[in-house]
């Protein structure tokens, strides 16, 4: 199995601003997700974070709005950009290992 | 596009009540079905089928895939408070474009 540790874990941020969620695992993944679980609903997968080349993002998502790094086999960033209300949400990064998928604990964003 | 669908979206039992969930899937180049548990964190991983009619099983949850129906169900047995929690179902696409498409989450209420 696969331990995956988010930081923040929870952020109160200004409207406009920026903020990076870290995402690291305890052992190598071959693949690493980002989502979003906006209140009240479910998972949405925002990009698959690939490593050393650019992020593979879902309709209706895009990089100025939602860089993503990932320099090695352990370790991500999502950054939410220009923060609205809206991106008010739960950002979750997710790992293979082996034939199943985990997540992180999430990371709570509030944006005032 | 492919699309998950869990019934019923919520459930109010007694403790000791045995309970069905059902996911329905339309995915292309599906892979696997996998079953969450979601409380105030993030997805606890339950189960992962692939394989069709063979059930896995772990305590008083079990659950069933049929590939041809497309569906799966969860059932719990001998319900008690501490099941109480969303039940999140996903199903994995293979090759390519490697995806995780969640349904919208079964809201399972124990009651003492």
């Known amino acids: 199995s696969a331990v995956i540790s988010q930081k923040p874990s929870r952020d109160i941020c200004q409207r406009g601003t920026s903020l990076t969620i870290q995402c690291q695992v305890d052992?190598?993944?071959?693949?690493m997700f980002w989502y979003r679980q906006q209140p009240g609903q479910s998972l949405t997968l925002i990009a698959t974070?690939?490593?050393?080349?650019?992020?593979?993002?879902e309709s209706g998502f895009v990089i100025d709005k939602f860089p993503i790094s990932r320099p090695n086999l352990t370790f991500s960033t999502l950054t939410v950009s220009n923060m609205s209300p809206e991106d008010s949400s739960i950002y979750l990064c997710?790992?293979?290992?082996?034939?199943?998928?985990?997540f992180g604990e999430g990371s709570w964003l509030t944006v005032v | 596009e492919d699309k998950v669908v869990q019934s019923p979206l919520s459930l109010v039992v007694h403790e000791g009540d045995t309970v069905t969930l059902n996911c329905s899937y339309e995915?292309?180049?599906?892979?696997?079905l996998l079953w969450y548990k979601q409380e105030k964190k993030a997805p606890t991983f339950l189960f992962m089928l692939?394989?069709?009619?063979i059930e896995k099983k772990s305590g008083r949850l079990s659950s069933i895939l049929d590939k041809k129906e497309l569906f799966s169900i969860l059932n719990i047995t001998a319900t008690q408070t501490g099941d109480s929690a969303v039940y999140l179902c996903?199903?994995?696409?293979?090759?390519?474009?490697?995806?995780?498409?969640f349904g919208k989450g079964t809201l399972l209420t124990v009651n003492p």
């Open positions: 997710s790992g293979q290992s082996g034939n199943t998928i985990y």
């Open positions: 995915v292309t180049n599906f892979r696997s």
């Open positions: 052992s190598q993944v071959t693949m």
């Open positions: 692939t394989s069709s009619g």
């Open positions: 974070a690939n490593q050393g080349s650019e992020a593979t993002y």
């Open positions: 996903a199903a994995l696409r293979w090759g390519s474009n490697y995806k995780l498409t």
